[in-house]
């Protein structure tokens, strides 16, 4: 997570097997969390203590966001940003 004097909230809801990894006191899957700004859904995951994020459905305010963008494209205060374990089937 990048430095910075200014903090930012936002609302992360993990899906299956993610959900583990979310405080005790997320509600239906949902927490809100204040980073700081420059914050990415990498910076997120990491703090979550969650595994690597290459296989993970992630979507920012209902937008998938690319492998090649999550460390790098930066979370603003009121963003839903989900997490959602790969999808298998068959």
Do not use: F, Q
Not at 24 to 53: F, W
């Amino acid at each position: 997570m990048k430095s910075s004097a200014s903090t930012i909230r936002i609302r992360v809801k993990a899906t299956g097997l993610l959900a583990v990894h979310l405080p005790a006191t997320a509600k239906a899957g949902t927490i809100e969390l204040e980073v700081a700004e420059g914050t990415t859904s990498s910076d997120v995951i990491d703090r979550l203590g969650m595994p690597g994020d290459a296989r993970y459905l992630v979507i920012l305010n209902g937008h998938t966001v690319p492998r090649g963008e999550r460390g790098t494209r930066v979370l603003h205060s009121g963003d839903r940003l989900v997490l959602s374990p790969p999808l298998i089937g068959g």
